[in-house]
């Protein structure tokens, strides 16, 4: 009994330890910015996640109480509920509790780390597997102070769940039949793309049953029990089902049908659907396909998001090694500890799902290495801890013990040290929002590029036609369409685009019970103008084309730091919808680092501008420019231009925006876009745009027509 309570009394500490050290941690990067105003607003620090916004939002309008129809406010979504609970209980800002969030719920990883090491007797294992993976490159980097987002519980649910697999496993205890069902509907309620993570510990159940415990039955009510609160059905519908599959389990009369009810559960897991979100996401980030095409109507062509998605991108190596264990090295070690740790205690191959989720990402994009951070750190903990036990002395166990797990974390605490990422937006961006809500109504809408769209709604108040949720190709292609082409067509494209959108929403709502489909905005528009070719519609946008009814007010939101994406934009609209077939890419040449010369403008990477012939020289070819523009900002913050044309027939154009030390070189089809004239040049068509707000971070404009 002693032993016992030491033992848990050490468990504790360990757990308290590591939790603390977690934190202080992920504070440093509040310590290296506290003085940072840009960063705060309000007097509080903004988070630096797009994606949060989101949830900030359905927080938000939970508490309020309202929100308006159609907005896509996630007021029943988990992170938004947990972050209204604590809004309300705790005695600190809203702005305070989103950005610390991160802090506190994602150190709660070294609680199953620990208690995992318990059940294999290991606790200084554990204790060093809970320090290195608490502050993992990967796990930091989507836990940090102000990282609000899903992933601040995304691994610390899974890892409960190892947990309670494997004291299932080991003990045969129900208790721990009725702890893995509850853990798997409560990482679905947080995380509904929990699924493939779950489906992978069944299979791996399953595979040791017939392996190695065939006929023990506990075994089968295990895997049945994560089948049934597996299904494809609403959380509230799965929890009665696995208590009364729980209630059957216990009773001796309903032994004999363990397998009838094992086969029952597989049956229904598939029935509802449970495959399909699966697949959804294998399709997603591993069989990534550059299009998408409709299989209705007039099948149309449409780029995949997830073609730019950074996160579902291909990484090296060495990328892949420090973003799981901080070094190559260190890597290496977890990996041959992880394989040795497994032949001593076989109970650990259940680890094995995180560990293959978290390699997927040399195939589907470094999202994916942080499940395996983990699972791995108990690899090179174990080696240290080996180690140790070769030591002569008490003293030099302890030693190694200490000095060995200082350099596995010092890169990981030297790389938190220079990950210095800035706040999504700064303060003068925000208050450029925070002061348009004052002026627009909330059924009005805001154009932008989806990474702008959750941080809108927001600050602002509004409804946005794009998101970091909703971006498909074919919602995307509107907005990428309206940025990317003259002034005239945009507009109309944009007021098109809106009362198509809340035609779409009125339709669903008056026919949700029945099975119809819903095709795309621009797919509606071409039918319903007459047209079978959409390149015939959108070639339509430049005549006098007949106007739906104006229902709500549109605004552009047009960010200087749109520059940096301004060719992803464009991809989604520079293809043939009809046929797939990708577009010419438009010129545009961004130069921040150019250095001037006597007789030339080096702008980098072999391009150049011979000032005397006044052409562009790109590597040995050299091409006329045809206008120059040079934009600055006076004493009362206007913009001024000096404008000139050159050649008439000059093949790009050049514009040095002087405040902002950079140089563009566009093609005529990038000039003319709605966003180089509005945004740069401030050059709009005062029958179709009337000036909102003029500031160097972001131009607004709202749209007349």
Avoid: C
Avoid at 198 to 205: K, M, N, P, Q
Avoid at 245 to 255: D, I, R, S, V
Wanted: net charge neutral; proline share 3%.
């Amino acid at each position: 009994m002693n032993s016992i309570s030491r033992e848990t009394k050490l468990t504790l500490a360990y757990i308290f330890i590591a939790f603390l050290f977690s934190v202080a941690v992920r504070m440093i990067w509040v310590y290296q910015f506290n003085d940072m105003e840009a960063f705060k607003f309000n007097g509080q620090f903004m988070i630096s996640t797009n994606d949060g916004y989101y949830f900030a939002e359905g927080a938000r309008d939970f508490l309020s109480g309202m929100h308006q129809e159609n907005d896509l406010s996630p007021i029943d979504n988990a992170t938004s509920l947990l972050t209204a609970f604590f809004a309300k209980i705790l005695p600190f800002s809203f702005e305070s509790v989103i950005f610390y969030m991160p802090v506190f719920l994602s150190s709660l990883i070294v609680v199953p780390i620990i208690l995992i090491a318990r059940s294999i007797h290991n606790l200084e294992m554990g204790f060093i597997a809970a320090l290195l993976a608490s502050i993992g490159h990967s796990y930091y980097n989507r836990t940090m102070a102000g990282y609000y987002d899903t992933d601040m519980l995304n691994i610390v649910l899974p890892m409960f769940l190892l947990w309670s697999i494997i004291w299932a496993i080991k003990t045969n205890e129900d208790k721990y039949l009725l702890l893995t069902a509850l853990d798997i509907l409560l990482y679905r309620w947080w995380y509904p793309q929990s699924y493939s993570l779950e489906f992978s510990f069944f299979g791996l159940i399953l595979l040791y049953a017939l392996i190695y415990d065939r006929k023990n039955s506990y075994n089968y009510k295990l895997l049945a029990i994560m089948m049934f609160a597996m299904m494809n059905l609403d959380a509230f519908v799965r929890l009665p089902i696995v208590l009364v599959a729980m209630y059957l389990f216990k009773e001796e009369k309903f032994q004999k049908y363990i397998y009838h009810i094992l086969a029952v559960s597989v049956i229904a897991f598939f029935a509802t659907g449970g495959f399909d979100p699966i697949w959804a996401q294998l399709k997603g980030y591993v069989f990534k396909d550059a299009l998408t095409v409709g299989e209705e109507g007039l099948k149309l062509h449409f780029f995949s998001v997830m073609q730019t998605v950074r996160e579902a991108g291909q990484i090296s190596f060495v990328t892949f090694a420090e973003r799981i264990s901080g070094h190559v090295v260190t890597f290496i070690l977890s990996v041959l500890g992880f394989l040795y740790l497994a032949y001593r205690h076989k109970i650990m191959l259940f680890g094995l799902p995180m560990i293959g989720l978290g390699f997927l990402a040399l195939f589907g994009g470094l999202r994916f290495t942080i499940y395996a951070v983990p699972v791995l750190a108990f690899g090179v903990a174990f080696l240290i801890t080996e180690v140790s036990l070769k030591m002569p002395t008490k003293k030099l166990k302890y030693l190694s013990l200490v000095a060995f797990t200082l350099a596995i974390l010092y890169p990981n605490i030297e790389h938190v040290d220079s990950y210095k990422v800035p706040t999504v937006f700064n303060a003068t961006e925000v208050k450029i929002l925070d002061d348009l809500k004052t002026k627009v109504s909330r059924e009005d809408y805001i154009v932008s590029w989806w990474d702008f769209g959750y941080p809108l709604r927001y600050y602002s108040d509004v409804k946005t036609l794009i998101d970091g949720g909703k971006h498909s190709g074919d919602v995307n292609f509107p907005v990428s369409f309206m940025l990317s082409n003259p002034q005239e067509v945009s507009a109309k494209l944009a007021r098109l685009d809106v009362e198509y959108t809340e035609k779409t929403f009125k339709f669903q709502k008056e026919n949700k019970d029945k099975n119809l489909t819903v095709f795309s905005n621009i797919e509606q528009m071409t039918k319903e103008y007459g047209f079978k070719d959409t390149n015939d519609f959108l070639t339509s946008l430049s005549t006098d084309i007949h106007m739906p009814e104006k229902t709500r007010d549109i605004y552009f939101y047009l960010p200087f730091r749109m520059l940096e994406i301004y060719p992803t934009v464009t991809v989604f609209s520079n293809l043939n919808l009809m046929n797939g077939k990708q577009e010419p890419s438009p010129f545009f040449f961004v130069s921040k680092s150019f250095s001037e010369k006597e007789n030339s403008i080096e702008l980098g990477n072999g391009v150049s501008i011979n000032k005397k012939e006044q052409t562009l020289k790109i590597g040995k070819q050299s091409v006329p420019i045809k206008r120059f523009a040079k934009t600055f900002y006076d004493a009362n913050m206007e913009l001024q231009k000096e404008m000139s044309m050159i050649h008439i027939n000059g093949g790009v154009n050049v514009i040095y925006m002087s405040n902002y030390n950079t140089f563009l070189v566009l093609d005529d089809k990038t000039y003319e876009s709605l966003y180089i004239q509005l945004m740069v040049l401030e050059e709009y068509d005062k029958t179709l745009f009337e000036k909102v707000t003029m500031n160097p971070h972001a131009k607004v404009y709202k749209l007349k027509i």
